[in-house]
């Protein structure tokens, strides 16, 4: 709760009344009136006390504008209510007075105003305090004390918070108790490495040099249990301050940080895009769906009204409630229920975890539920949801889709022979396979475990102008989904020259995904359908994607028995002796630009009902960057 006070200049609204009396009755008088309410201008008035004393029109608008307090930039819109009555040389007028409070909710009242008629029959206007409002007096204002409610949390698939309040410790320092900054820099950055968290120390010793020497200058904001693990050690610096708050949290940093975002203290940047919405104070979603969501999990801001005297001066002076004059309760906020699963969730972000070694790297990992499409669990090593957003090529994933498109067509069975040479060319472009890999005329499964790019490169042209695009499609590639939050469903090849459809065949070309859509489609092709994914189920999507046709049960049976021998003798074999169900899968390595060094390092596979994808960027050899999260994540499961 904050109670705001203040003057401000008192601005124009829109409208002007028209009087409903005759020209020389007290309507005239009262339209004036409250035409110079609003404009701040009451030189077309005339003004007595309650005693008879002419009173300066400048003198009432000042008063109006002290009466007003923090109202007073945003003056009321205000209606006479039919004509005046006139008893002798006295007239009353109803008015309906109807303030917009910050936020947009209306306070309306009536007022009545009271005018004399002098000698030379001009109505004036008895001036009064309670004129604005009746139980206003001299001296006092009016001030809005705010009210907000507890935000909503957002939800697992259970129903449990997952994002909730939890205590944090801010951590500090005060400049002019500072020993020696640039030691203190190195001191803090150990300690907080200790953790396992990574804070830019590098504008601090600028911000505090700016700041008052005795003001708390804020370094890092840590979860309690973080900061009691290194709290003696940071006490030990001279010059480190510490502030208890709480904040609305996930159970770990990393947990789905990037799909739900953050809730902070609001910005500049938000007050400004926002007028009236936000006030200093205030905590907002940032990013995800804490953002997207954000009004429906804060709820509606309540108000009171009050009106306030201010006594005594200088550091004597203080502000008394006089009385509160309106009240809207605010409205609470309602939750918005994710299907992830907490336990899923923690082992796809311990998967990544670490990923890249001394040398990290950007990665993703998202996991489907095989049977209803719900997402399980979203992870990313960084603020961008690069699991639902990425935009690019799959690399040796997506012979997944091109076999399935030659199983469809005929043109291939499991053990149909094919050639895996060492290189092939077409249209003077030469392809090779990973580490110069040549199998020789072998089965067809054996090319697809091995991962075989010249032999689907060999194959391209029976997939036709579209082949490849009706079997994504089919998998839900390039569909308009509708899942509450941004994803992108992929983008495929199709057509183009020889050199685009040979590409494309494994990946490559113009054809890119997400990490989502891949997870996706490999749980269409174990389930023998596609089915939409799904992240919300309250407020669940308007609009959700029709299931996909079911799949040729011989194409998706024989496709499905080549991922499982990926596993048992092909390139992900690293999988084979992971506990629990057969792993199925097929590993990528997807080149992204003109340099065949530089390469994305894929996974897509499923266990059980849970079909996964994990994306590496620059993660080069599949077998030495994806596969290993995937197996981490696997045994995370177990």
Known sequence: MRVIHGVAAVVLTAGVLTACGSDDGPEKSVDAFLSGWRSGNLDAVGFIDPGGQKIPAADVVTEIKSLSGVLSATPPALTREGEASITKDIATSTVKVDWTLPGGAHWTYPTTVRLSKAADDKWQVIWEPKLVQEKLTGGDEFA????????????????????????????????GKVAGMEQLVKDLDAAFKSVQVD?????????????????????????????????????????TRYREENRYLAPTREFARALLGTVDPVQKEDLDNNPGKYVVGDVIGHGGLQERYDDQLRGGVGQTVKIVRKTGEGTEKTTEDVAEVFQAEPKP?????????????????????????????????????????????????????????????????????????????????????????????????SYKNSHDMALGTVPF??????????????????????????????????????????????????????????????????TVVSPLAMAAATAGVARGQWQQPTILTDPAPAA??????????????ALRTMMREVVTSGTGSALKDVP?????????????DNNPANTHAWWVGW?????????????GDSGASSVPVAEKFLRGLA
């Not at 040398?359 to 998202?366: C, G, I, N, R, S």
């Not at 629990?580 to 992204?592: D, H, L, M, N, R």
């Open 445 to 510: 499964r054996v090319d697809f475990a091995r991962s075989c790019n010249t032999a689907f490169v060999g194959l391209a042209p029976k997939l036709g102008d579209d082949g490849l695009a009706t079997a994504g499609r089919a998998l839900g590639l390039e569909g308009k989904w509708d899942l509450g939050v941004s994803a992108f469903t992929g983008k495929v090849s199709t057509g183009g020259s020889a050199t685009e459809r040979a590409s494309a065949s494994f990946g490559q070309g113009t």
């Open 333 to 429: 906020g309602a939750p918005l229920k994710t299907t992830l699963d907490p336990a899923i969730q923690r082992a796809a972000d311990n998967a990544l975890r670490g990923v890249g070694g001394r040398t990290p790297k950007t990665a993703a990992l998202v996991a489907v539920r095989i049977h209803d499409g719900t997402v399980a669990a979203v992870a990313n090593t960084g603020d961008v949801n690069l699991a639902f957003d990425a935009s690019v090529p799959p690399g040796s994933t997506f012979k997944m889709v091109s076999a399935l498109a030659l199983l469809d067509n005929g043109s291939v069975t499991l053990d149909t022979k094919v050639d895996c040479p060492k290189n092939a060319t077409v249209d003077g472009r």
């Open 544 to 557: 959700k994607a029709a299931p996909g046709p079911e799949l040729n049960a011989g194409s998706a049976e």
């Open 144 to 175: 809005i004390e705010r009210k907000t409610s507890e935000r909503a949390s957002i939800l697992d698939a259970t129903g449990k918070p997952i994002v909730e309040s939890r205590p944090v410790v801010v951590v500090g320092i005060e400049p």
């Open 607 to 619: 266990q059980g009902d849970i079909a996964f994808a994990v994306f590496v960027e620059k993660g």
């Open 199 to 239: 804070v830019d120390l590098a504008g601090l010793p600028a911000r505090a040099a700016a700041a008052d020497p005795t003001h708390f200058v804020d370094v890092v904001t840590l979860r309690k249990e973080v900061y009691l693990k290194i709290r003696q050690r940071l006490q030990d610096l001279p010059g």
């Open 580 to 592: 629990g169900e057969p792993v199925y899968g097929k590993t990528g390595t997807a080149e992204f």
